[in-house]
């Protein structure tokens, strides 16, 4: 190999390269400081659409609860023990109803037997 001989360097050529090397570097900087900016600014916008995401599901919950007045109008425990005891009264009725009623087939039976008293006191 080839030894390769080696330039004395002046204070203007280093003051050159510090200058060509300090902008290349304020380059790297700036295009570092972009990437960041940009990336803050992706963060922000994300934050945001959540932040949005979450009140509309606070709207959505808050329209589905109930107001003071819809608890002012739900039936209390009383009335609830009051139309208890009214289907226990429907029920009781109904009950009687099946205990007294008759039989179609007593019925028939029966309404043959005074069409035939009936005829024969014609």
Known sequence: MK???????????????????SLSMNKGFRRVEN??????DGL????????ESVDK????????????DDIKNMATK???EGLKDQIQGVNN???DFVDTRVKYED????????EALEKNSK
């Open 44 to 51: 922000a916008i994300s934050t945001a659409k959540g932040f």
């Open 78 to 80: 009383t009335d609830i």
């Open 107 to 114: 019925h028939n039976k029966l309404k043959v037997r005074v």
């Open 35 to 40: 990437l960041i900016e940009k990336k803050i």
């Open 93 to 95: 009725r109904i009950d």
């Open 3 to 21: 030894k390769v001989a080696k330039k004395k360097m002046s204070i203007e050529d280093l003051s050159l390269t510090i200058k060509d090397l």
């Open 57 to 68: 599901r606070f709207e959505d919950i808050e329209k589905k609860m109930a107001t003071k």
